[in-house]
């Protein structure tokens, strides 16, 4: 069990405002990563930061994601890489990095990652919101907190 899950904090639609990112080799979480990350303008939606509770102030000094990339690329690339609803997160890794004109490609992770709301769901627990499966399988979580959620989800994953 070697992978990597990450969490992405969104400021608007795709620009992160947060990261979480954790690292399981054999089983057994080796690092953990976490960064505020300033979006393009410094720019939130009000419902956003109603889930998360970052507001600009708090990423006002913060690095882009141009910045944080090399972070985020030497934990991710040639991994296995795993998130709760995937797609979004997926989603805001590859929008990001459009965005800053950096190749996804170059990652070496595949198109589609391993997703613990399809694994859950599969399982038969509804809802599968990350909050609902980490009660159901007794695991401490923070939610909306970036490190927090890509630490359950890794815990999800060892679990499944």
């Given at each position: 069990m070697t992978f990597t899950a990450i969490d992405f904090e969104t400021a608007t639609s795709f620009h992160p405002c947060s990261v979480g990112i954790v690292t399981v080799e054999n089983g057994i979480i080796?690092?953990?990563?976490?960064?505020?990350i300033q979006p393009p303008n410094n720019l939130y939606n009000p419902y956003t930061i109603?889930?998360?509770?970052?507001?600009p102030s708090d990423t006002?000094?913060?690095k882009n994601f141009l910045q944080v990339f090399p972070e985020i690329?030497?934990?991710?690339?040639?991994r296995v890489v795993v998130a709760h609803n995937?797609?979004?997160d997926r989603?805001?890794?590859?929008?990001?990095?459009d965005y800053y004109g950096l190749d996804y490609g170059g990652l070496n992770i595949a198109?589609?990652?391993e997703c613990t709301v399809k694994i859950y769901k599969a399982k038969g627990i509804k809802p599968t919101k990350l909050s609902d499966c980490c009660r159901e399988m007794k695991i401490q979580l923070n939610h909306h907190e970036?490190?927090?959620?890509?630490?359950a989800c890794a815990q999800l994953y060892l679990k499944r």
């Amino acid at each position: 069990m070697t992978f990597t899950a990450i969490d992405f904090e969104t400021a608007t639609s795709f620009h992160p405002c947060s990261v979480g990112i954790v690292t399981v080799e054999n089983g057994i979480i080796v690092d953990e990563f976490v960064t505020l990350i300033q979006p393009p303008n410094n720019l939130y939606n009000p419902y956003t930061i109603q889930v998360h509770g970052i507001y600009p102030s708090d990423t006002a000094r913060a690095k882009n994601f141009l910045q944080v990339f090399p972070e985020i690329q030497k934990r991710l690339q040639n991994r296995v890489v795993v998130a709760h609803n995937e797609s979004f997160d997926r989603n805001v890794l590859l929008k990001s990095m459009d965005y800053y004109g950096l190749d996804y490609g170059g990652l070496n992770i595949a198109s589609r990652w391993e997703c613990t709301v399809k694994i859950y769901k599969a399982k038969g627990i509804k809802p599968t919101k990350l909050s609902d499966c980490c009660r159901e399988m007794k695991i401490q979580l923070n939610h909306h907190e970036a490190l927090s959620d890509a630490r359950a989800c890794a815990q999800l994953y060892l679990k499944r």
